[in-house]
């Protein structure tokens, strides 16, 4: 499959589509929303880092980031996950996208919400302008951790135990609370129901340990 829009986010000004067969490498699939060439994406390291996509960095990939911002147009960014959670963010008056790795150390370390205060930051955004969109990721009927992991991650976001008695986390409810926690309203956050675990056309590292990722694309035109 090559790359595909989701209306996940509609608005005029912005496209969020998705590859499944992006590699944890390379970014080779054509898209009729933007040029290939342009993409910028992040060597991801399970951080709370959020980085500035800029003219400069076009086409790049920036080392030692898990989100990227922008207000330029034309200027993709991309994430690239197997399981972890995919958080787009677009702030319709002031013109910013956003795209973040959001795992379960990412979700730990609140990269969610500090890059929601770095649009704030930097580009004046107000939380009650951003739209949000969580794409496909790891669901919490799926998503088995051990016991030190769950209590390290929150009690809270323990939604149940495996049949090996091992602890269920719900990661993307903790992305949600984050937005929410920022001031975006939840009437503004999407959420996909495909869980990458449980549905063999997405990437999972949990069930293939592959080297395809899901890559998720956010561009304003
Ligand atoms: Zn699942």
């Avoid at 400069?56 to 911002?69: F, H, N, V, W, Y």
């Avoid at 399981?83 to 963010?89: A, R, S, T």
Wanted: proline share 3%.
């Amino acid at each position: 499959m090559g790359i595909n829009r989701t209306y996940l986010i509609e608005e005029k000004d912005v496209v969020l589509a998705f590859s499944t067969n992006v590699d944890c490498r390379n970014i080779d699939n054509s898209s009729s929303f933007f040029n290939s060439a342009d993409v910028v994406s992040c060597k991801q390291i399970h951080s709370d880092i959020v980085k500035i996509a800029d003219e400069s960095t076009r086409g790049t990939e920036i080392p030692d980031c898990d989100a990227l911002i922008t207000n330029i147009r034309n200027l993709p960014l991309l994430i690239r996950t197997a399981d972890c959670v995919p958080v787009v963010l677009y702030d319709k008056r002031k013109h910013v996208i956003a795209n973040i790795h959001s795992g379960r150390v990412g979700t730990q370390k609140q990269i969610v919400r500090k890059t929601v205060e770095m649009m704030q930051s930097h580009y004046g955004s107000s939380s009650s302008d951003i739209i949000a969109a969580i794409g496909p990721h790891i669901c919490g009927k799926c998503y088995e951790v051990d016991a030190a992991c769950a209590s390290e991650f929150g009690e809270k976001y323990i939604v149940g135990f495996s049949e090996s008695q091992k602890p269920l986390i719900d990661i993307a409810s903790a992305c949600k609370e984050q937005l929410e926690a920022t001031g975006v309203n939840s009437n503004n956050i999407f959420i996909s129901d495909i869980c990458t675990a449980e549905s063999p056309e997405w990437p999972s590292w949990r069930r293939d340990k592959c080297v395809e990722r899901l890559g998720t694309f956010i561009v304003l035109c």
